[in-house]
C-alpha cells in the first residue's frame, strides 16, 4: 500500500504572460517505510513538489492519494482538512528547522502529540523517550536556541517522527549543516523512517547525501525525467535509470 | 512638602492615581507580537495547529500580559499613591470596574492579533528554493 501517491501533479503561478509552470505532471509513489529522495537543480520544482504533497500550497491538477484511502486533492480541490492530515498523516522537516523559539525542547516535541489530543503529561513523557533515544535527555529543558545546528535539525527529526506519521516530507534538512552532520542527520531520518514505517521524501542538492535511499526521483524544469535506485549496483559504473510514468 | 489629601468619609477607600489610557497601549502591543511571530504561527499551521488553538495562545497571551500590566500597577500605585501631588479616589468597585476594562482591552486587543494571525500564509514558515 503506498503510503503517498501523487498523479500528474501540475502547478501553475500566475497568469497570461506572467504564468510559470512550475510542475508539470510530476508523478510520485511512496511506500511504507522507503526513503526517497527529490533532485535536481535549483528551480526545477522539488520544493513546489514538497509544497504541494503537503498541501500547503495546493497543486494546479493532479490527484494526491494518502494510504490509498480517498483522494486528499484532486483537479483544483483539497477534499479534506489539509491542517488536520498534516497534523495526523504528513509532516514536513523545514532547511532551517523551524522550531517554536518559546517552547523547551521536550515542549517542542510534545506540542504535535498534544495537537493530536494527547494529554500533556503523556505528551512529555513520549517526547522526554524519543530524546532520550536520539541522546538530546539533556537539553529536553532548554530552549532551541542554545542547541547545535546539528542538535536543533535532530530535534526536527524527532518533532517529525513523534506521532508515526505515514509520510515525512523534508526540504533540504542538511543544507544548513556540514556534510558529517549532514550525513548524521540523514542516517537518523532513514532510521526512523523504516523503524516508525514512515515514507521519507527528502529534497536534496547534494548528491553525497542519497546513498541509502531506496530511490532517487529526478526533476528538471518541472517534471521527473528519472528516477533509479542507488542501492542497486551500477551497471558499467552508471546507476540504474528508468524514467517514471507521467512525466 | 506634600499636603495631607482631604480626608474622605466613604470607606474603605484606596486613594491611588491610575492612568488606563496605559491599557490602550496593549492592543498596539499586542498587535506588534503577533507581527513578530508570524514565522513562528505559520510553523504550528504547518504543522497542523487549528486555528482555534492558534486564536487561543494569543488570547492567553493578551489576558496575561493585561492582567501582569493590572497587578503590577495597582502594586506600585499602592506603593506610591502618597508621593503625588494630586490625587484619584478609587473606591474597590472603581479597581473592578477597572480589571473588566483591562480585561476588555485584551480580548479586543487580541481579536486584532487573532485576526492577524489567521491571515498569515503557511508558506511562510518555508524558505526558498524549488
Not at chain 1, 2 to 14: C, E, H, L, N, S
Not at chain 1, 92 to 107: D, G, H, K, R
Not at chain 2, 113 to 127: E, S
Request: hydrophobic share 45%.
Amino acid at each position: 500500500m503506498p503510503a503517498i501517491f501523487a498523479d500528474r501533479i501540475t502547478k501553475v503561478f500566475g497568469h497570461g504572460e506572467t504564468e510559470v509552470v512550475a510542475l508539470k505532471d510530476a508523478t510520485i509513489e511512496v511506500e511504507r517505510g522507503e526513503l526517497v529522495a527529490l533532485m535536481g537543480p535549483s528551480g526545477s520544482g522539488k520544493t513546489t513538489l514538497l509544497r504541494a504533497i503537503s498541501l500547503i500550497d495546493p497543486p494546479t491538477s493532479g490527484r494526491i492519494i494518502v494510504l490509498a484511502g480517498e483522494p486528499v486533492y484532486e483537479n483544483d480541490r483539497v477534499l479534506v482538512d489539509d491542517r488536520r492530515l498534516r497534523r495526523e498523516k504528513t509532516r514536513i522537516i523545514f532547511q532551517s528547522y523551524n522550531l517554536i523559539p518559546f517552547l523547551t525542547v521536550a515542549e517542542n516535541v510534545a506540542l504535535v502529540l498534544t495537537l493530536n489530543g494527547v494529554s500533556l503529561r503523556e505528551a512529555m513523557r513520549r517526547a522526554r523517550a524519543l530524546l532520550e533515544q536520539l541522546h538530546l535527555e539533556r537539553r529536553a529543558d532548554v530552549h532551541p536556541a542554545t542547541l547545535s545546528g546539528g542538535e536543533q535539525q535532530r530535534l526536527a527529526v524527532a518533532r517529525a517522527v513523534v506521532n508515526d506519521p505515514a509520510v515525512i516530507l523534508a526540504d533540504e534538512p542538511t543544507a544548513s549543516l556540514d556534510t558529517q552532520r549532514g550525513k548524521a542527520v540523514m542516517d537518523l531520518l532513514r532510521r526512523l523512517g523504516r523503524e516508525r514505517k514512515a515514507a521519507v521524501i527528502a529534497v536534496t542538492h547534494d548528491e553525497r547525501m542519497i546513498e541509502g535511499f531506496d530511490r532517487v526521483y529526478h526533476m528538471i524544469d518541472g517534471r521527473i525525467d528519472k528516477s533509479w535506485q542507488p542501492s542497486r549496483p551500477a551497471i558499467d559504473g552508471e546507476w540504474v535509470v528508468r524514467p517514471t510514468g507521467g512525466s | 512638602m506634600l499636603e495631607p489629601p482631604p480626608s474622605s468619609t466613604a470607606a474603605p477607600q484606596r486613594r491611588t492615581t491610575t492612568r488606563p489610557s496605559a491599557c490602550v497601549s496593549c492592543r498596539g502591543f499586542i498587535y506588534t507580537m503577533t507581527l513578530e511571530k508570524t514565522r513562528d504561527i505559520a510553523t504550528l499551521k504547518v504543522v497542523g495547529a487549528p486555528d482555534r488553538t492558534i486564536a487561543g495562545l494569543i488570547l492567553q497571551e493578551a489576558l496575561t500580559l493585561g492582567l501582569l500590566g493590572y497587578a503590577t500597577g495597582a502594586v506600585l500605585i499602592s506603593g506610591t499613591y502618597q508621593y503625588f501631588p494630586r490625587r484619584v479616589v478609587v473606591t474597590a468597585f472603581d479597581q473592578f470596574v477597572l480589571l473588566v476594562i483591562v480585561v476588555g482591552i485584551c480580548v479586543v486587543a487580541s481579536l486584532v492579533g487573532i485576526w492577524k494571525a489567521l491571515r498569515v500564509d503557511p508558506t511562510a514558515a518555508l524558505g526558498g528554493g524549488a
